[in-house]
């Protein structure tokens, strides 16, 4: 008989730290438009920022922080294809931009040091979203909505 074979487990190890980083950023709704693909950093692998690559479909009432939002698409969303997030939550991906890439680096420079070592998917915990798919960090969260 053939052992099963062992496969890592398919989610992210589950690591909350705080994110001092995101709920401080300062960038507009006009930042981004329909059609850029961006990412929302979630954690770290193997030495580098982990997130979840979607891509901007139009804009969106963000309820968690009855601010201006952007409607995401994640092509491996299943159920939650569309989701809502507040514009600080999302990083430029494949071009150049100065304004995400001093983000990212702070992001770097705060993560990465504390998960040297590690190769595991670590999820540090930031986002969750709702039933009616809004995406909110845990620092928009504390309003109680
Ligand atoms: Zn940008």
């Not at 920022?49 to 969106?60: C, K, N, T």
């Not at 922080?65 to 299943?78: I, P």
Request: charged share 20%; glycine share 8%; aromatic share 8%.
């Amino acid at each position: 008989m053939i052992p099963p074979s062992w496969t890592s487990a398919p989610t992210p190890a589950f690591s909350p730290i705080p994110d001092p980083l995101t709920p401080a950023r300062d960038i507009t709704h006009a930042h981004f438009q329909a059609g850029d693909q961006v990412v929302v950093i979630k954690g770290v692998t193997s030495g580098e920022l982990w997130g979840e690559a979607v891509r901007i479909v139009a804009p969106s009432w963000h309820t968690p922080t009855d601010e201006d939002g952007w409607r995401l698409r994640d092509a491996t969303g299943g159920a939650q294809t569309f989701i809502t997030a507040h514009p600080r939550y999302l990083v430029h991906l494949g071009r150049p931009c100065p304004d995400c890439l001093i983000y990212l680096r702070a992001m770097e420079d705060y993560l990465l040091p504390k998960y040297a070592g590690h190769d595991a998917l670590i999820d540090c915990g930031w986002y969750t979203t709702t039933a009616l798919n809004q995406l909110v960090h845990v620092a928009d969260a504390r309003g109680g909505r």
